[in-house]
């Protein structure tokens, strides 16, 4: 786990990566979270970056776990924000009671349903289902508005993933509610999970939209991030604090 230490009375952040993914993801949200004076922890689930444990035959339950865990062991109800599929475990998290607010950034939506008809299987694969097949920083085109030293945060922080839990999410996750306030945050550019996704989520949420930012961009895009870091903050701070 990645800390980033500040003086505020205000709760700490609990931040999801997303699969195939892991903490240093969230190296400069981290650095604009505490320039707005937020202090933040950046979860490694297991198997991924620097946690212990395999990835292989986890569960999107098992992730939960993973995040409520860290929970915890904090001084105060964090607020946990997530990306991608940490967004949807995120939301898992919060539907359990232990946290003041729920952010996510393009999350994978909750189901209206589970589908038993989806096969759950075992076994681990990496980046490359997701488009990623190079570590060239050059030749990333799932992160057209990431620059250089972006793409290599991004590529930093690739880590195999469960099948399980990917299979997990295909059959759906069901949240019946949150007990707290949830922000969904989507990019202009992204195409993978693009406001439109959230037509039919039941939950009740709000809703901010990020110009010029992909999928990727949400996290890692530093022209994106300080409009971006000052509204989820101004958020929280009418929410939470």
């Not at 993801?25 to 979270?33: D, E, G, N, T």
């Not at 995040?67 to 109800?77: K, Q, Y």
């Not at 009740?204 to 930012?213: I, K, N, S």
Request: aromatic share 6%; glycine share 10%; net charge negative.
């Amino acid at each position: 786990m990645i800390g980033a230490t500040n003086a505020s009375q205000r709760p700490p952040l609990l931040l999801v990566h997303g699969a195939a993914n892991s903490s240093p993801v969230w190296r400069f949200w981290q650095q604009a979270l505490a320039g707005h004076g937020w202090s933040s922890h950046a979860v490694d689930l297991r198997g991924h970056g620097a946690s212990e444990g395999s990835v292989d035959g986890a569960t999107m339950s098992d992730y939960a776990d993973d995040v409520a865990g860290v929970a915890d062991g904090l001084r105060r109800t964090p607020v946990v924000v997530g990306w991608s599929m940490g967004g949807l475990v995120a939301m898992m998290v919060a539907a359990r009671g232990v946290a003041c607010a729920c952010v996510g950034l393009a999350p994978s939506a909750p189901a209206a349903m589970r589908d038993d008809a989806v096969e759950i299987r075992p076994g681990v694969f990496g980046p490359e289902e997701y488009g990623i097949t190079s570590d060239d920083p050059a030749d990333q085109p799932a992160m057209p508005d990431l620059d250089i030293e972006e793409r290599r945060v991004a590529i930093e922080s690739l880590s195999p993933e469960s099948r399980t839990a990917r299979d997990d999410r295909k059959a759906g996750i069901m949240i019946e509610s949150l007990p707290c306030p949830l922000l969904v945050v989507t990019g202009s550019e992204d195409r993978d999970w693009p406001r439109s996704a959230y037509a039919d989520m039941r939950l009740p949420a709000e809703y901010l939209d990020a110009p010029g930012a992909s999928h990727w961009g949400l996290v890692l895009n530093r022209r994106v991030l300080p409009d971006l870091a000052t509204q989820v903050t101004a958020w929280l701070d009418a929410n939470v604090t």
